[in-house]
């Protein structure tokens, strides 16, 4: 706990907390060094490497060790120039100021160097310290002498402050009754920000409060000129909004005389109004009258434009119906002309229609029923109006009897130049002639076969043979697509060519008579023209043409002795016509040929005769024209136009008073103060400032590795037999910087791990890599070596190794891991090493009879058989050993039948590689070895020695070859299996014998048998 009066004591043990120094860690060979310290608030390093906090003592293991449990042994070092920094401690608390101890601060130290770093930084901190301290002591002083003057100018300000309270509350009453009555009378009032006027100190404060209450008398006359004013502006405001009032209502002559107007008109059909709505506008008081007489001056403008308008509309329609009942009569009496009559005078008709003659049009063709055969010409283009078949026919198909429905549907796209006009006089382009035939009448002759056929010109058009009738529908449209609408009696087709061979006009024995006629089935209506017509194909020629007449049941054409008649007839669009002949052909049937692109007939007599021609005995052939060309006139009948009726715009206005702008007024409070005075009377004020001890560590640090040479083989392979070195590290100080002196100082190697795998062959000390076997006192006990110095006062600071020879032993089991560990002791602390590890390799050689890739242990040979020998050793991976090898060798050991079998040939194989020349081979006395030549270079893997001998030829049977090898590496020679092999020799015999008796040198009588085996 810390009292009230120890405030700052806390402040300053918080602030301590923050001035923690941070401690990094570098490496210095294979020492870790942690140094840092706090110098006034600055953290002072020593080293520039990783950082670790100032608790907190980091650790560098070796990768290759067993595990890492190093920890340091701490030894005190002299801190210089404490004894200064006490000195300034002493001042400083006889002048009042508060001193502090801080937390001491270790600096650790890993070697000498360091040790002599970190005592420099020490007396220059302890310096800086000293001097800080000092200079608190003197400020302290002169804070002393301030508090006497501070006291005296205390009590003064006290008074003063009291009687600024009173004056500021007295001003404030009196200007805010000012404020109230202004804002009752609509003056808008606004509160600037309050001001502080401040008396800088006890003499200015009279002249300041005589300042702020002239300000405060002035703001409340201004307050009152400015509340009058607004008194008067808010009584004309009054007196103008109820004058408003009425000039927005009827009551306002001029309002009243629009509205009257606009009454009259809407009660006259036609008149379109658009109310431009209201329109509201807001004036002040001050410009009220001026918009009041411009409002008065619209609404008169207004009802006497809408008056007018509405009389002039009234007057043209009235016009208009004039006209229209003119235009109206002379089209009905036109019609009523034709109404009901079977003739009419070409002169008279109103044709509206006008094809031109078709040049330059595009057909297209659908054959809507199926034809048997269908021709095409590819016209030339030369399609003007001719009697030429060849040049104009373009489409053209054989149908099989009659065909009820569509048959055939024609595509015109026509040229510019056709047209229907309306009566009003404007032209509407006809861009296409679709012509539907439908409802074909075979007559029976060409094989009961129809052709039918459509010309490149619309006006030629279409044709038919061998069919009694045919029905077609004509079709025009505009530009849009849309069927163009012909007014009744304004369309008109001239029908010609109605052609009639009369027998006894040619020979009638050979002839018969042909009729064609033309009936209107819908859409149309056929009348007789009167007088004869003469028409021109091509502007020379003329052909007159009779009038043709109802010939029965509304068929039209000429008999008697006529020859070719004319009809006209009123059509609307979408008329239907029925084409009809009878006809004659004595000719036969009929085939395209297409070299002529015609049809012609088959019949002999006939060969140079088209299906065309005229003469009665060939006559079935019906072509139908579409033409536009009465003898009568267009009739243009405009219509006349009816008057636009007039649009009214107009609008009324209201007129607003917008409520007067409040007259504005602004005041500002003051507020007069003194500086302000602490609550309390001043009081001594005393300093604080604190110091920290240094102490200097000194920290030993141990490592332990094994090593060959200066290499470290740490993980790494030892031969069995082979010499291994372990090494225990540790740093230690000078001992002219230690505060104190060294009593101790030793290392241990501890090999309890593998005491029984290994012989200790000796022991060495080094000080800075120098030999010091000398100077310590080596012992070997309960499967440790320590070696502890003589003197420890006189040790070298710096590093301190302990080297240990270490024989592994011959029968170590290959991949045994020797985990060594060790410690370093300086005085009482001990610092124990991390685990360091080697890894033991023996080889294992094995020995077999081998046939080929076989195994043939135990089996039996014949003599003079050659046999084979197999000495195979593992050999260690080069990488992972702790020394390259010094030598190489495997052994076949034949001694146990040399006498027996002769080596016939050997070779060394390295993983299945002949390398006999990298081996030196010997052999003598029964044993065959081969030694690698250069055992440094030897792979890993295996080594093999094959040998091959051929088996004496008296060998006696069942001889057991016993064979026997070995394999060295380095020092370390290992023994292999022995196999054997058993050999055979065959025993032959010759002998008399007498059944199963032998009876060699026994008598035979003479012709006896005998045998033998």
């Known amino acids: 706990m810390v009292s009230k009066n120890n405030m700052m004591l806390l402040e ?50 070796n990768t290759n060790s067993v595990s890492s449990t190093t920890q340091n042994a701490s030894v005190p070092i002299q801190s210089p120039k404490s004894q200064d920094v006490q000195n300034a401690v002493n001042n400083a608390v006889k002048q009042g100021v508060q001193v502090t101890q801080n937390n001491s601060q270790t600096i650790v130290a890993h070697n000498t160097t360091e040790v002599q770093q970190a005592q420099q930084r020490v007396s220059q901190a302890n310096q800086q310290q000293a001097d800080k301290i000092n200079a608190v002591a003197q400020q302290q002083k002169q804070l002393n002498n301030q508090y006497a003057n501070a006291k005296a100018d205390y009590d003064t300000s006290q008074a003063n402050s009291k009687d600024s309270t009173t004056v500021n509350k007295q001003n404030s009453d009196k200007l805010q009754a000012a404020v109230q009555a202004a804002k009752a009378a609509g003056v808008q009032v606004t509160q600037n920000q309050t001001q502080t006027v401040m008396a800088t100190d006890n003499s200015t404060y009279n002249r300041v409060k005589q300042d702020v209450n002239n300000k405060y008398n002035q703001q409340v006359s201004s307050l009152k000129s400015i509340t009058d004013a607004q008194k008067d502006l808010n009584n004309r405001y009054n007196s103008a909004r109820t004058d408003a009032q009425n000039l927005n209502s009827d009551s306002n002559s001029t309002r009243n005389s629009l509205d009257s107007a606009i009454r009259n008109a809407k009660s006259t059909n036609g008149v379109k109004f658009i109310d ?26 207004q009802a006497d434009s809408i008056n007018s308008q509405v009389q002039q509309y009234k007057h043209k329609l009235d016009e208009y119906k004039n006209n229209l009942a003119k235009y109206e009569k002379e089209y009905n009496d036109y019609l009523a002309s034709i109404q009901g009559k079977d003739s009419i005078d070409s002169k008279v008709i109103w044709q509206n229609l006008f094809l031109n003659f078709g040049q330059g049009a595009k057909l297209s063709v659908q054959w809507n029923a199926k034809p048997i055969e269908t021709h095409q010409n590819q016209t030339s283009g030369d399609d003007d109006y001719k009697q030429d078949f060849a040049k104009s026919l373009e489409y053209s198909a054989v149908f099989q009897g009659s065909h009820s429905g569509t048959v055939a549907t024609a595509t015109w796209l026509m040229p510019d130049g056709a047209y229907y006009k309306n009566l009003d006089g404007t032209k509407v382009r006809i861009a296409k002639v679709v012509g539907v035939l439908s ?17 490149n010109n619309p006006i030629m058009h279409a044709f038919s043979a061998f069919a009694n009738s045919v029905d077609e529908t004509f079709y025009f449209y505009d530009d849009t697509g849309k069927l163009i609408n012909f007014k009744d009696g304004t369309a008109w087709f001239g029908i010609a060519s109605l052609n009639h061979f009369n027998s006894s006009m040619w020979d009638w024995y050979t002839q018969k008579e042909v009729t064609e006629t033309v ?60 084409w009809s002949k009878n006809g004659y052909n004595n000719a036969g049937n009929f085939h395209w040929d297409e070299s002529k692109k015609i049809y012609l007939p088959s019949k002999t007599g006939y060969d140079n005769t088209e299906f065309t021609s005229a003469g009665n005995d060939v006559n079935s052939y019906y072509q139908w024209a579409m033409s536009t060309d009465l003898y009568g006139m267009a009739k243009t009948l405009v219509p006349p136009t009816p008057p636009t009726p007039p649009t009214i715009h107009y609008h009324r ?91 101790h100082v030793s290392l241990t190697d501890n090999y309890s791990r593998f005491a029984k795998f290994v012989t200790v062959t000796g022991a ?96 039996t040979y014949i003599n003079n058989d050659i046999v084979t020998t197999k000495v195979d050793m593992d050999l260690p991976n080069p990488s992972q050993l702790a020394k390259t090898l010094s030598y190489v060798s495997v052994t076949d050991d034949y001694r146990d039948f040399k006498d027996k079998a002769v080596l016939q040939s050997y070779k060394v194989l390295e993983n299945g590689t002949d390398v006999t020349s990298q081996y030196t081979v010997i052999n003598f006395g029964g044993l065959l070895q081969a030694i690698r030549k250069n055992a440094a270079t030897t792979p890993g893997g295996k080594v093999s020695l094959i040998a091959t001998f051929e088996v004496n030829h008296d060998v006696k049977s069942g001889t057991t070859f016993t064979n026997r090898g070995s394999g060295r590496i380095n020092n370390h020679t290992v023994d292999t299996n022995t196999p054997q092999i058993v050999t055979f020799k065959q025993d032959t015999s010759k002998h008399w014998v007498e059944g199963s008796q032998v009876v060699d040198d026994k008598t035979y009588i003479k012709k006896t048998w005998y045998t033998s085996s």
């Open 764 to 859: 060495n000390v080094y000080e800075n890599e120098r030999n010091a076997t000398a100077d310590y006192a080596i012992t070997n006990a309960n499967n440790a070596v320590t070696a502890t110095r003589k003197n420890p006062a006189t040790v070298n600071g710096g590093t301190v190794s302990l080297v240990v020879d270490f024989k592994v032993n011959p029968n170590v089991p290959s991949g045994t891991k020797l985990v060594n560990s060790g410690s370093g002791t300086i005085n009482t602390q001990t610092v124990p090493t991390p685990d360091a590890q080697i890894v033991t390799f023996t080889q294992k050689p094995t020995k077999h009879w081998i046939e080929g890739s076989q195994v043939v242990d135990g089996k």
């Open 276 to 301: 431009d709505g209201t329109r509201n506008v807001t004036v002040d008081v001050n410009n009220y009258n001026s918009k009041k007489a411009e409002i008065e001056r619209d609404n008169r403008q």
């Open 12 to 61: 300053n043990k918080q602030n301590r907390k923050n001035m923690r120094y941070g401690i990094r860690k570098f490496s210095s060979g294979t020492a870790s060094v942690l140094l840092g310290f706090t110098v006034a608030g600055t953290v002072m390093m020593m080293a520039n490497h990783e950082e670790a906090s100032a608790d907190t003592v980091g650790t560098q293991s």
């Open 519 to 578: 009936k209107a089935l819908s859409g149309a209506k056929i009348y007789t023209p009167r007088g004869n017509i003469t028409l021109g194909d091509d502007g020379k020629t003329h052909e007159d043409q009779l009038p043709a007449h109802d010939l029965g049941n509304g068929f039209y054409g000429v008999n008697g002795t006529d020859y070719s008649g004319f009809a006209v007839a009123k059509i609307s669009n979408g008329a239907t016509f029925r």
């Open 653 to 743: 206005t209201n007129v607003a008073l917008q409520p007067p702008t409040p007259l504005k007024a602004n005041y500002t409070e003051y507020q007069m103060k003194m500086p302000d005075t602490p609550p309390t009377p001043p009081k001594k004020r005393y300093l604080s400032t604190s110091y920290t001890n240094y102490n200097i560590v000194y920290q030993a640090t141990s490592d332990k590795n094994w090593k060959e040479g200066s290499q470290t083989v740490n993980g790494k392979m030892e031969i069995n037999e082979d010499i291994a070195h372990a090494k225990v590290d540790m740093t230690v100080p000078s001992p002219s910087t230690v505060n104190g002196k060294l009593t």
């Open 439 to 455: 409802n074909v009448v075979a007559s029976g002759d060409n094989s009961n076969r129809v052709i039918l056929g459509f010309f």
